[in-house]
């Protein structure tokens, strides 16, 4: 049995769980409604506010998705219930990032600056925590797959490089740094 996928998902207060026609998953919760096909042979169930997901066999095929069925239904919960928050810091010199709506404007060192649209399920916020620091985006949806994926195309925009770490990365991501040219004796 998966370790993962025979553990239980509980229900929050204030989120509903309904499984539809063609196994179509649906989740309502006070941040958004999600939904997720989920693959015919694998069974949920809902009982009470707890949501079982169950496989007929022990095939590879039903095994393999047992778990990532659980986890992409656990992650919906969480989602509506609590949301997800992603914060990137942008290190450079003369970096910065505005919030227009839905529009970033970023200015990343490049000969122009780039507008990023942001679909309508994520909020963003540029902040200078302070003068003279890397501005910081936080962006919070209730998809966490939607969000993981805008995160990280903000940060393919200009990846850090591992000589002096400018560029786009993750609050509290640790970067591996390299040694730069050193002097050779004559």
């Not at 928050?85 to 919030?99: A, L, M, P």
């Not at 393919?156 to 640790?174: A, C, D, H, N, T």
């Amino acid at each position: 049995m998966s370790r993962i996928g025979k553990l239980p998902v509980n229900l929050p207060a204030g989120v509903t769980l309904s499984v539809g026609s063609d196994n179509v998953v649906k989740v309502k919760g006070p941040l958004g409604e999600l939904s997720q096909k989920v693959d015919a042979d694998i069974r949920v169930t809902v009982e009470g506010n707890v949501v079982h997901v169950a496989r007929p066999t022990d095939q590879p095929r039903h095994r393999s998705m047992h778990g990532l069925y659980r986890s992409l239904i656990n992650n919906m919960v969480n989602g509506v219930s609590t949301g997800y928050t992603i914060q990137q810091e942008f290190n450079g010199v003369g970096y910065r990032v505005d919030v227009k709506g839905q529009m970033l404007e970023m200015n990343l060192g490049y000969s122009h600056d780039i507008h990023f649209m942001l679909p309508a399920e994520i909020k963003a916020k540029a902040e200078e925590v302070r003068k003279g620091q890397a501005p910081i985006l936080t962006l919070t949806s209730h998809d966490k797959q939607l969000i993981g994926m805008v995160a990280a195309k903000i940060r393919s925009l200009r990846k850090p490089e591992p000589y002096k770490g400018k560029g786009i990365k993750f609050v509290g991501e640790q970067l591996r740094r390299k040694a730069g040219k050193s002097a050779s004796a004559q």
